[in-house]
Structure formats: structure tokens, C-alpha cells
């Protein structure tokens, strides 16, 4: 495999550039066996999607995306192995024709599934996961060329080898739990106010399966995006409850939703941004797949010019969290794009923003440049402080490393499995030893 046959030099948002001396995508694995066993330094690529140094490596860059496509369903099992390197959105397209789905997805169906899972990506729903919570099986190859199949229930440290941050090896397949096809209609309500999302923050995201609301720390500038699956509206009808302000089928919607009117055309996330990038809003039903991301796969997702930051903290310091967060609105404003609020639910994958505790995410997507992105970023940190918050792996954060360690009651178990799984450190990097330095 030539040098230059691997991974882009720059991640997707191009604030790094990767030091790689080499950049592969191996055609099999057995040629991703020899590699690695003869790599001093390595680390796996996915889609880029990551704003920090996480996947940076001086030695060899390694994608999946040259390993032979796989998507194999087991429908006894309710379960599809697929190819580590594949985009959410290939997958998805693939399980729709069978008549499956998976549970959740994330804002991005651009990103790969290894990736999106090693990071904790995730979606929204006050009942939903992070996507790394549907794997049940990874099978990897490890620095010494060794192969590894872990799965749930089988191997007693399964959960440290899903959220693994690519320090265990090189995944090149996934088996993930399928749930039966359905179907998701979303609209979008305009204008909620700081008080109604402060009065109802809890109600607003039990509106529907998947609920997002975008902000720009205004008063009256949030966006709810409501996510509802058709047949549980049906149920919700026939049966004559829902929540209040946001009950019933999609086809008659609440006049208003605390205060929020419903868009009369497609938004986007940012305003002034083109809509035409979004996924079918209006109440229009659809394929989960077609509804779940906010972007469709063959436009440029995002703002595409951006820097990102998230972080976690658990669903009873919600509320105290976002009003902290207004208070410094016009702070961060000059710096920032848009931010987004999901749900998580709890997870018990050790490395998991989510995990042990229901989390509300507060995402922030800045403008590129990090020299005004990093005050923000900073000032964030200090009001959020308070709650303990976990940030995204993959994406820009400044909290101590001691801090973001001592967050995790898994750190040692993690460091101790990364030992076993990569005793010459091959695939440690300055980004790894700073949060979880060898055992």
C-alpha cells in the first residue's frame, strides 16, 4: 500500500494536520496484520470528523475504508455485522431494503461507525443510548497483528473495548442490535424563549423520541427540533395521552409548543443558512434514516467551516447548567455558530460521557479559528464546572486531564485493559497518555 493511499492529511474541519509519516489503507486483513505488527506508532483513522489530536500519530495513519465491504444481517439474531469503516448513512440504506433499523443515529449520517463509536457520538432521546450502546460484538486487530473478537455477555471487560478512543487496535468489524424498521416525522417550532426552556426543559425533550433544541444563548432565539416515530404517536392517540403542549398523532401538531409557533418552511440549524442541507422537516413522515440526522448524506453536513465542543452533565444539574450557560451568552456569542441540547441515556460503557448517569449534552458549534474559539471555550469550562461535566472525546475541550480522569470511575480498568491490548504502545499517542497515561 503506497504512503499516500491512506486517510487526508487534515482532519474534516481542517484545524489539524496529522504529523503521520505514512498514511494506509490496507485492501484486507491480513495486510492490516502485517502492518501493524511491524509499525513502531500507528493510529486509525474514521471520517475526520474529530476537532483534536486524538487520531494523530507521527508513524503510520491507518483507515478501514480499503477492507471489504460488509453489511451481514442476522435476522434470528436481530443483529448486522458491518464493516468498521462504513458511513452511518451506507449502513442505514442497506438495513432500510431488509425492513431494520437501528435504534438511534446521530446529527451526521457522514461519519463512520468504528469512529462514531470509540468517541461516544450520539443522537438525542431522553431514552436512546449513545450509538456506541447498540454494538454487542467488535472484532479487532490488535497492535502485535493479533485478532480479537470481543462481544457482549462473553468477554467480562466488553464495555471498556467499545468507547476505547482506538488504544486497544484497529476495529474492522462491528455487530450492532437491529430493532424493526420505522418510521419518523420531524418538525421544527421556532422562537422558544430562555423562560419556557427553563420552566419545561424536561418536558420539551419527552416530547418525542428524538429532540434537539438550538440555540444562541438569546432570549428568545431556540429552535425544537421534535423527532416522533409514527407508530408511537398512533399508540399515543388511540391510547389518548401524550405530553402536555406536544401530545397526538403528527398529523394534527400542538399549535404551539411552550410558546414555540411551528416553522411554516424548512430551517437549518444556523440561521441564514441554506435548508436544503437538512432532512425533510414539515411533518412530512419518512424512513428512520431520512429523519434522525439533521443532514442529509449527499450535502456538505453542518456548517462545514467550523470547530465543535460538547459536554455532558447528568440530568439533574440540566437546568442549572444551561441557565449557567446564558449567563455568559454574550460571552461566547462572538465566537459562536449555533449550540445544540440533546438527551443521552445512561450507559454502563466505562469510557462513555453517558456513563452511569442520564446526561443532557451541550453542544457548541464555534466559528473556525481557534485563537476566538479557545476565551469561549474556556469560559464555558468555568461555568460548567460546578457539574461535573464530561467532555466529548472527539471534539475541543481544555479541562484538566487530572479532572476529566478523576470523572471517570473506569479510568484504571481502562488503563490497565489498554496495557494488555497494547503492551509496546504502539497506538498511544500524546493525546492518550495525557488522559490515561500507561499503567
Same mark, same amino acid.
Given at each position: 500500500?503506497?504512503?499516500?493511499?491512506?486517510?487526508?492529511?487534515?482532519?474534516?474541519?481542517?484545524?489539524?494536520?496529522?504529523?503521520?509519516?505514512?498514511?494506509?489503507? !490496507?485492501?484486507? /486483513?491480513?495486510?492490516?496484520?502485517?502492518?501493524?505488527?511491524?509499525?513502531?506508532?500507528?493510529?486509525?483513522?474514521?471520517?475526520?470528523?474529530?476537532?483534536?489530536?486524538?487520531?494523530?500519530?507521527?508513524?503510520?495513519?491507518?483507515?478501514?475504508?480499503?477492507?471489504?465491504?460488509?453489511?451481514?444481517?442476522?435476522?434470528?439474531?436481530?443483529?448486522?455485522? /458491518?464493516?468498521?469503516?462504513?458511513?452511518?448513512?451506507?449502513?442505514?440504506?442497506?438495513?432500510?431494503?431488509?425492513?431494520?433499523?437501528?435504534?438511534?443515529?446521530?446529527?451526521?449520517?457522514?461519519?463512520?461507525?468504528?469512529?462514531?463509536?470509540?468517541?461516544?457520538?450520539?443522537?438525542?432521546?431522553?431514552?436512546?443510548?449513545? &450509538?456506541?450502546?447498540? /454494538?454487542?460484538?467488535?472484532?479487532?486487530?490488535?497492535?502485535?497483528?493479533?485478532?480479537?473478537?470481543?462481544?457482549?455477555?462473553?468477554?467480562?471487560?466488553?464495555?471498556?473495548?467499545?468507547?476505547?478512543?482506538?488504544?486497544?487496535?484497529?476495529?474492522?468489524?462491528?455487530?450492532?442490535?437491529?430493532?424493526?424498521?420505522?418510521?419518523?416525522?420531524?418538525?421544527?417550532?421556532?422562537? &422558544?424563549?430562555?423562560?419556557?426552556?427553563?420552566?419545561?426543559?424536561?418536558?420539551?425533550?419527552?416530547?418525542?423520541?428524538?429532540?434537539?433544541?438550538?440555540?444562541?444563548?438569546? =432570549?428568545?432565539?431556540?429552535?425544537?427540533?421534535?423527532?416522533?416515530?409514527?407508530?408511537?404517536?398512533?399508540?399515543?392517540?388511540?391510547?389518548?395521552?401524550? !405530553?402536555?403542549?406536544?401530545?397526538?398523532?403528527?398529523?394534527?401538531? +400542538?399549535? =404551539?409548543?411552550?410558546? *414555540?409557533?411551528?416553522?411554516?418552511?424548512?430551517?437549518?440549524?444556523?440561521?441564514?443558512?441554506? +435548508?436544503?442541507?437538512? %432532512?425533510?422537516?414539515?411533518?412530512?413522515?419518512?424512513?428512520?434514516? =431520512?429523519?434522525?440526522?439533521?443532514?442529509?448524506?449527499?450535502?456538505? !453536513?453542518?456548517?462545514?467551516?467550523?470547530?465543535?465542543?460538547?459536554?455532558?452533565?447528568?440530568?439533574?444539574?440540566?437546568?442549572?447548567?444551561?441557565?449557567?450557560?446564558?449567563?455568559?451568552?454574550?460571552?461566547?456569542? +462572538?465566537?459562536?455558530?449555533?449550540?445544540?441540547?440533546?438527551?443521552?441515556?445512561?450507559?454502563?460503557?466505562?469510557?462513555? !460521557?453517558?456513563?452511569?448517569?442520564?446526561?443532557? *449534552?451541550?453542544?457548541? %458549534?464555534?466559528?473556525?479559528?481557534?485563537?476566538?474559539?479557545?476565551?469561549?471555550?474556556?469560559?464555558?469550562?468555568?461555568?460548567?464546572?460546578?457539574?461535573?461535566?464530561?467532555?466529548?472525546?472527539?471534539?475541543?475541550? %481544555?479541562?484538566?486531564?487530572?479532572?476529566?480522569?478523576?470523572?471517570?470511575?473506569?479510568?484504571?480498568?481502562?488503563?490497565?485493559?489498554?496495557?494488555?491490548? @497494547?503492551? @509496546?504502545?504502539?497506538?498511544?499517542?500524546?493525546?492518550?497518555?495525557?488522559?490515561?497515561? +500507561?499503567?
Amino acid at each position: 500500500m503506497a504512503a499516500d493511499e491512506g486517510p487526508s492529511r487534515r482532519n474534516w474541519a481542517g484545524n489539524v494536520i496529522f504529523r503521520a509519516s505514512r498514511r494506509a489503507a !490496507p485492501a484486507s /486483513v491480513e495486510e492490516l496484520q502485517e502492518m501493524l505488527a511491524g509499525c513502531r506508532s500507528a493510529r486509525p483513522a474514521g471520517t475526520g470528523h474529530s476537532f483534536n489530536r486524538i487520531a494523530d500519530t507521527d508513524g503510520t495513519l491507518i483507515s478501514t475504508t480499503g477492507l471489504p465491504r460488509l453489511v451481514r444481517i442476522d435476522p434470528a439474531a436481530r443483529q448486522a455485522t /458491518v464493516s468498521a469503516g462504513l458511513r452511518y448513512g451506507d449502513v442505514a440504506r442497506e438495513l432500510v431494503a431488509a425492513g431494520w433499523a437501528l435504534p438511534n443515529l446521530g446529527s451526521l449520517p457522514h461519519i463512520s461507525v468504528a469512529g462514531a463509536c470509540a468517541t461516544a457520538t450520539h443522537g438525542s432521546g431522553d431514552r436512546n443510548g449513545n &450509538l456506541a450502546t447498540s /454494538v454487542a460484538a467488535v472484532g479487532m486487530v490488535t497492535s502485535s497483528g493479533e485478532i480479537l473478537d470481543v462481544r457482549r455477555g462473553v468477554d467480562p471487560d466488553f464495555a471498556g473495548h467499545i468507547v476505547a478512543l482506538g488504544a486497544l487496535g484497529v476495529v474492522v468489524t462491528m455487530t450492532l442490535d437491529l430493532v424493526d424498521g420505522f418510521r419518523v416525522s420531524q418538525r421544527v417550532y421556532d422562537g &422558544l424563549t430562555r423562560a419556557a426552556l427553563l420552566a419545561h426543559l424536561d418536558e420539551l425533550f419527552a416530547a418525542a423520541y428524538s429532540v434537539s433544541v438550538f440555540t444562541t444563548w438569546e =432570549e428568545d432565539s431556540a429552535q425544537v427540533w421534535l423527532k416522533r416515530r409514527v407508530d408511537e404517536d398512533a399508540e399515543a392517540g388511540e391510547a389518548g395521552d401524550g !405530553p402536555e403542549n406536544g401530545a397526538g398523532g403528527d398529523g394534527d401538531p +400542538p399549535a =404551539e409548543l411552550f410558546g *414555540a409557533r411551528p416553522a411554516s418552511r424548512p430551517l437549518h440549524p444556523i440561521r441564514g443558512f441554506d +435548508p436544503r442541507h437538512t %432532512t425533510q422537516q414539515l411533518g412530512v413522515p419518512g424512513p428512520w434514516h =431520512e429523519r434522525l440526522p439533521h443532514f442529509r448524506l449527499n450535502f456538505t !453536513p453542518s456548517a462545514g467551516e467550523e470547530l465543535q465542543s460538547e459536554y455532558f452533565v447528568a440530568r439533574e444539574h440540566a437546568a442549572a447548567a444551561v441557565a449557567a450557560i446564558f449567563e455568559i451568552g454574550a460571552v461566547i456569542r +462572538p465566537a459562536l455558530q449555533v449550540s445544540e441540547l440533546r438527551t443521552v441515556a445512561a450507559d454502563d460503557l466505562w469510557l462513555s !460521557p453517558a456513563y452511569q448517569r442520564d446526561s443532557l *449534552a451541550l453542544h457548541f %458549534t464555534w466559528l473556525p479559528g481557534e485563537a476566538i474559539v479557545r476565551p469561549a471555550v474556556a469560559a464555558v469550562e468555568r461555568q460548567l464546572a460546578p457539574f461535573s461535566p464530561r467532555p466529548h472525546w472527539g471534539k475541543i475541550f %481544555t479541562l484538566p486531564p487530572e479532572l476529566v480522569r478523576a470523572s471517570y470511575p473506569r479510568a484504571e480498568d481502562f488503563q490497565a485493559l489498554a496495557g494488555r491490548r @497494547d503492551p @509496546d504502545g504502539v497506538l498511544r499517542n500524546p493525546y492518550l497518555d495525557s488522559y490515561f497515561p +500507561p499503567a
